[in-house]
């Protein structure tokens, strides 16, 4: 898992590189015509050197559809090709229409970007208070309000909404308020989920009547998994092994939850007309879906980015509002990308030269849609050609060949010939997080190995040093490269695991859960009886809701919570636990009342 987001982390900086550069004086323009002439030959063979199966692309001038083309194969297998109907799920380039969205309202006056997000939803929490109190929608939609990004959260979950909602309270943030640009999906959920409650629907039905209707966008929908289904023309997505195969990845069902971050589903045809629509200043056949005021807030600065040096074609990089905000060679440039499970997508304008693209692949974690853009922008603008694609392709192969070279050499850090503290079966569990919820260890087919279940992940760990365990290096292994370390309590017990699932605040715990049996009433109802020493009686029960309560001789209550075993801890009491004795033929006999390293035994006597 961490591999994954690292993965795209990288994908994120390798395509945004240039995004984060000084930038360049406008470079003269040269003849319009014959701009395009060998356009489809280009594209072409630059899927061919990154290996991708398909392409849909389009490229818009002047309020007119220039190019809108298709290339090579949405289905491998069956050899069947992209069309300009070819639905693909765009992914993040879903965040500029959660923004025009909440626009829309804003502009009905439901909606002010800069009043606290409490106004508008009394329930939201976030970490601290301060936090809660200070956080705007304008934060929510530029990346600015202190949490990294949490993904392991919600990938893959199969939360709600409205449960991953709840979850927020629990997530750490790393920086202050409006002090750092950092990529956050779950703020866009958040997002997304403040325009439905203010449009009085949810998310997709305020998007659907206030953006796809109004651009007649048919094809367009919120569910890749459903489509993949039931729509005859749809992408199939491919991802490339250590070899430079491409392979046919699983279909990302898609988690409803993040819907406004990354769930719409699109095809060239729709993504034109909505392209258009920026151009156009908001406007779709006359008709002004999102205001120019609106408009010009999504693609002006907002939130700064750390820059580089890398490419001088591209400047200073900011974040608009659901949109990157740069320049490109001297002209301002527009655009948003997006990655999922197979597949890289990419929506850029120029709006001060009315140009435009739209890029989708289906290939995951791609650089050739930057690759396209930026010769498009090239041609389009009348500029000597850069060689972006090899540029960006000897990246990619740098990167890969230091990625293929650390793993020879070994340089992961390991402690060779150390064994674990337990017997392997005292790891199996269930070991759960308030905001990332519950890993499920089970026993792999030797005695050293642990599967490991999160969320609707699968995979196997190997045993890494001590008490680590290691899921090994495989790019179609979701969980690839994720470690795990076990925590052992006072008394010797496996109590927790931990593991960097978000690497930039601390290692994520998830507390062992106890075994489900410890609520089951006919589990708990052999402990109930009077137990005691001399005269002192203490009074075991289970109460209706199947919880474990102990009345001292002072009639005070203790409410019993499960541990493991027969092991219960005194709520509200900490370190004081009870742990309830078997003879040899399972009947209750006793228990210990154990804290601090002390105990003393109570006799069972009813």
Request: with cysteine.
């Amino acid at each position: 898992m961490r591999k994954w987001f690292l993965t795209r982390f990288l994908l994120l900086i390798l395509c945004l590189a240039s995004s984060l550069a000084a930038a360049e004086k406008k470079a003269p323009a040269k003849p319009a015509a014959g701009l395009l002439d060998d356009f489809d030959v280009y594209v072409q063979r630059v899927m061919q050197e990154w290996k991708v199966p398909g392409a849909a692309i389009a490229i818009v001038k002047d309020g007119k559809v220039v190019v809108s083309k298709s290339y090579g194969l949405r289905d491998v297998k069956n050899n069947l090709p992209v069309t300009d109907q070819t639905l693909f799920p765009i992914a993040s380039i879903t965040k500029s229409f959660t923004v025009a969205t909440l626009g829309t309202l804003a502009s009905e006056g439901k909606l002010d970007w800069d009043k606290p997000v409490r106004e508008y939803l009394p329930d939201f929490r976030l970490y601290d208070d301060v936090l809660t109190a200070r956080v705007t929608p304008r934060d929510l939609v530029t990346h600015r309000t202190g949490l990294p990004r949490h993904d392991a959260t919600w990938y893959r979950s199969g939360l709600t909404r409205e449960e991953m909602y709840a979850r927020l309270r629990y997530l750490e943030p790393n920086r202050d308020l409006r002090r750092e640009f950092q990529y956050n999906n779950l703020m866009f959920m958040t997002a997304g989920y403040l325009a439905g409650k203010l449009a009085g629907s949810t998310w997709e039905d305020a998007v659907t009547a206030r953006i796809f209707q109004p651009l007649g966008m048919r094809s367009s929908g919120f569910n890749f998994g459903e489509s993949f289904k039931s729509a005859t023309d749809v992408a199939h997505p491919y991802r490339k092994d250590d070899k430079e195969v491409a392979h046919e990845a699983p279909i990302y069902p898609g988690d409803p939850a993040l819907g406004p971050a990354g769930a719409i589903v699109s095809n060239l045809t729709d993504m034109t007309q909505y392209l258009l629509m920026y151009l156009n200043r908001g406007k779709h056949d006359d008709h002004q879906i999102i205001s120019e005021a609106n408009i010009r807030q999504m693609i002006s600065p907002q939130m700064v980015m750390r820059s580089s040096d890398l490419d001088p074609e591209i400047g200073y990089a900011h974040y608009g509002m659901g949109l990157f905000v740069t320049t490109y060679r001297g002209h301002k440039f527009v655009q948003h990308g997006g990655n999922l499970d197979g597949f890289s997508l990419l929506i850029s304008f120029l709006p001060d030269d009315n140009i435009g693209s739209v890029v989708l692949l289906n290939m995951e974690g791609s650089s050739l849609r930057e690759v396209l853009a930026y010769n498009i922008n090239d041609r389009m603008l009348g500029l000597e050609p850069v060689d972006w694609n090899k540029r960006q392709h000897d990246r990619y192969l740098a990167f890969k060949k230091s990625d293929d070279e650390a793993r020879e050499k070994n340089y992961v850090p390991r402690r060779d010939n150390t064994q674990f503290s337990h017997s392997i079966d005292e790891y199996v569990g269930e070991y759960s997080n308030p905001a990332y919820g519950t890993v499920a260890i089970t026993r792999a087919a030797n005695d050293r190995d642990l599967k490991i279940s999160y969320h609707t992940l699968q995979s196997t760990a190997q045993h890494w040093h001590y008490d680590v365990w290691r899921v090994p290096h495989d790019p179609l292994d979701l969980l690839q490269e994720t470690e795990i370390m076990f925590l052992t309590d006072w008394e010797g017990n496996i109590s927790s695991l931990t593991s960097s699932l978000e690497p930039n605040v601390k290692d994520i715990v998830f507390t062992r859960m106890p075994d489900r049996r410890m609520r089951e009433r006919s589990f708990l109802e052999p402990l109930a009886g009077v137990y005691q020493v001399a005269d002192f009686k203490f009074v075991v029960a289970v109460r209706a809701d199947n919880i474990l309560t102990v009345t001292l001789p002072n009639q005070k209550v203790w409410e019993l919570e499960p541990l493991r075993g027969a092991t219960f801890a005194v709520k509200g009491e900490n370190g004081l636990t009870l742990d309830f004795k078997h003879n040899q033929e399972g009947q209750v006999t006793e228990f210990s009342l154990n804290q601090a390293g002390s105990s003393s035994v109570y006799k069972k006597t009813q």
